[in-house]
């Protein structure tokens, strides 16, 4: 008889939450939590729980990924570049 680990489907949100997010645990805090209530009251009984501390809150503590995008400012192109043919544009 196998038994559903009781854990495992905030596992499975939790990874689909990075997937959406570039792999940035700090957008999905609240899924880590999550887990982290499920794994005190389930911690004999789910293997998700394997090396989940519950002695404490979730802290996010790495410098996550900034999308260059965000930064970037774009100027309307104003006119036409004609190059003369001398390379000097």
Do not use: W
Request: glycine fraction near 6%; include cysteine.
């Amino acid at each position: 008889m196998t038994t559903t680990d009781p854990c495992k489907k905030f596992a499975c949100k939790l990874q689909q939450c990075l997937k959406d997010n570039i792999y940035q645990p700090s957008r999905c805090q609240s899924i880590i939590e999550e887990i982290r209530q499920c794994c005190i009251i389930h911690k004999q009984n789910s293997t998700v729980c394997d090396g989940i501390d519950t002695s404490k809150p979730y802290e996010h503590n790495t410098v996550d990924y900034v999308s260059t995008e965000s930064f970037c400012i774009v100027h309307p192109y104003r006119g036409k570049h004609k190059s003369n043919g001398d390379g000097k544009g």
